[in-house]
């Protein structure tokens, strides 16, 4: 009676993306939500068993009204030795196989991917390139709205990665100055940017809709602004969203170049001259 009455969100342990009647955010949610909520179902229902056996031995074997001095002290039970090893060493073994399995999965990359982009971090913002389109947009930190609340963002302003849904999405993950981290809340995922390191992710937009992503990874004084906004669109909408882009002048690609680390091995830094 009391799982009848769980909404959907609640049935995939409050995690975001969920809702009634609706497909998954991505190809990808209903198994990372899968996990999650297996998960906390194991780990609760071992809970209620140590609680119990804990409420049990209080009870069971608390003093009794004129006794005196300590029980009988029982030491070296093999069994019981062997039971409070077991059971965690399954535990332990049984939450690595699923999440080895589950992860395998979600960093499996397309042979053939429909759509490439190229999402490059910067402090405190985000530029993305539609590879196979060969455009791009620059954006910059979210800038305070004056004629909003307090705390508020100009919404126009921050940068919006527009992705087809239903296609096979390749992200290619770059950073300019620090370690960022690419998420979208929604789709449950987030990964890290790493300065001379690119990193792959590989998903397929399910639902149509505007979410919002952010850097999860503490990058210095303006972390907080550095948002952007995915919107998963048609085919024909992200093809009209490409056409704009292209009509503003916005062919070609960025790239790295303007990145901080000038000094990482394998670049062309100067070098101070030996006397």
């Given at each position: ?254 790239d790295i170049d303007y990145?901080?680390?000038?000094n990482l091995p394998g ?9």
């Amino acid at each position: 009676m009391v799982l009848a009455g769980c909404t959907t969100a609640q049935l995939n342990g409050f995690m975001p993306g969920f809702e009634e009647g609706q497909p998954n955010v991505t190809n990808q949610t209903g198994r990372i939500g899968g996990l999650w909520t297996t998960s906390w179902i194991v780990l609760l229902v071992v809970g209620l068993i140590t609680w119990g056996l804990t409420l049990w031995a209080v009870v069971v074997y608390r003093r009794r009204k004129g006794q005196t001095g300590l029980p009988v002290q029982l030491r070296y039970n093999m069994p019981i030795e062997i039971f409070y090893t077991v059971v965690p060493l399954i535990l332990v073994i049984g939450f690595f196989a699923f999440t080895a399995r589950d992860q395998t999965a979600i960093e499996a990359r397309f042979d053939e991917p429909d759509v490439k982009i190229g999402a490059i971090a910067k402090q405190w913002a985000w530029d993305f390139n539609y590879v196979n389109e060969d455009v791009y947009t620059a954006g910059v930190q979210g800038q305070p709205d004056p004629a909003g609340d307090p705390g508020s963002l100009v919404e126009t302003e921050i940068p919006t990665l527009v992705l087809p849904v239903g296609k096979k999405i390749e992200f290619a993950l770059d950073a300019r100055d620090v370690i960022h981290s690419f998420w979208v809340i929604d789709f449950l995922y987030k990964k890290d940017m790493i300065p001379g390191k690119t990193n792959y992710m590989s998903v397929i937009p399910e639902r149509i809709g505007t979410y919002q992503g952010k850097c999860a990874e503490l990058c210095g004084e303006y972390h907080s602004l550095m948002l952007f906004n995915v919107e998963v669109v048609s085919q024909d909408d992200y093809d009209a969203y490409i056409e704009s882009l292209r009509a503003a002048g916005n062919e070609g690609q960025l790239d790295i170049d303007y990145n901080r680390n000038q000094n990482l091995p394998g670049t062309n830094a100067p070098k101070a001259q030996e006397d």
